[in-house]
């Protein structure tokens, strides 16, 4: 801590209302939040640590997942299933990632895909079971929402840079006539 970024502020529409909810050991990397659960994620960046809290800020912060002695650093990409109650995330090197996935009680962490190059997005598709992922360099990834049937795309450098913008479909329907594997 200790350098003036390493806090969650609510902030209305307007601008004028900011409210510092909580501290964290280090610069906040991403929030997700779970507004049917009422539970704010944060991955802290140097830590390596996914935390949680509620979301008016009250009550204390719970460390979930942490790096330390783990090799999972820079935390980033937070995804929530809302459907099974999972939390997936990025963590790694940048040279070496990894997706993992635990419980919002900070149980089961799972390593489900590694080896991957600087990944800065992911998106999950509740309604097909799959995450898909994109990396450095123009690739991106497909797999199942446990790590398994996994496949990649090559799409042309500088085309895609991130996919927390990406909204998916709840219907996961092709054309007819399409191929819909990945």
Do not use: C
């Amino acid at each position: 801590g200790g350098s003036g970024n390493d806090h969650i502020e609510r902030i209305d529409a307007t601008g004028a209302n900011r409210t510092n909810l909580f501290a964290l050991h280090s610069i906040p990397s991403d929030v997700a939040l779970d507004v049917g659960h009422g539970y704010l994620y944060a991955a802290e960046r140097d830590s390596g640590q996914l935390v949680s809290r509620a979301i008016d800020g009250s009550g204390a912060s719970t460390v979930l997942f942490s790096g330390a002695g783990s090799g999972m650093t820079n935390v980033r990409e937070i995804e929530i299933d809302t459907v099974d109650r999972m939390l997936y995330w990025v963590g790694g090197d940048a040279m070496n990632d990894t997706i993992y996935r635990g419980r919002p009680d900070g149980t089961g962490l799972e390593m489900l895909i590694d080896g991957l190059d600087q990944a800065h997005g992911l998106a999950l598709d509740l309604a097909a079971g799959r995450m898909y992922w994109n990396e450095y360099g123009g690739s991106m990834g497909s797999a199942r929402l446990d790590g398994t049937d996994r496949g990649a795309f090559a799409i042309p450098a500088g085309e895609v840079r991130d996919l927390d913008i990406l909204t998916l479909p709840a219907v996961n329907q092709a054309p007819e006539g399409a191929d819909k594997t990945v």
